[in-house]
Nanobody
Framework: QVQLMESGGGSVQPGGSLRLSCIAS??????????MAWFRQAPGKEREGVAV???????RYAGSMQGRAIISQGNVENILFLQIHTLKPEDTALYTC?????????????????WGRGTQVTVSS
């Protein structure tokens, strides 16, 4: 059972930056479609995929995050980061880390069996 723990959320003014961290227990990118990802969910909205990192360094981003976010691995493969720049009020959400050894569609939350509890990001002036 993989356990995930996020940190790094907080309150930020528009235009600011944050780096979110996720630590996974007993995680390895064993297969070609093994992935760790960030999802977010705002009140009243559906959960959406933000960014993903899969075996071999393959990454993808949501359109709303293109050019504003960087997903990366720490110095060990069970640590995942999400750096977000130029934060906007619409980025306000609970950001959750997810992982699965066999991901089909990276942005489909149903493809991930392991989830953290999330870290809240609030962007307001």
């Amino acid at each position: 059972q993989v356990q995930l723990m996020e940190s790094g959320g907080g309150s930020v003014q528009p235009g600011g930056s944050l780096r979110l961290s996720c630590i996974a227990s007993e995680w390895t990118y064993r297969y070609s479609n093994s992935c760790m990802a960030w999802f977010r969910q705002a009140p009243g909205k559906e959960r959406e995929g933000v960014a993903v990192l899969c075996q071999g360094g393959w990454t993808r981003y949501a359109g709303s995050m293109q050019g504003r976010a960087i997903i990366s691995q720490g110095n060990v493969e069970n640590i995942l980061f999400l750096q977000i720049h130029t934060l906007k009020p619409e980025d306000t959400a609970l950001y959750t880390c997810a992982a699965d050894p066999y991901v089909g569609t990276w942005s489909d939350y149903r493809d991930y069996r392991y989830w953290g509890r999330g870290t809240q990001v609030t962007v307001s002036s």
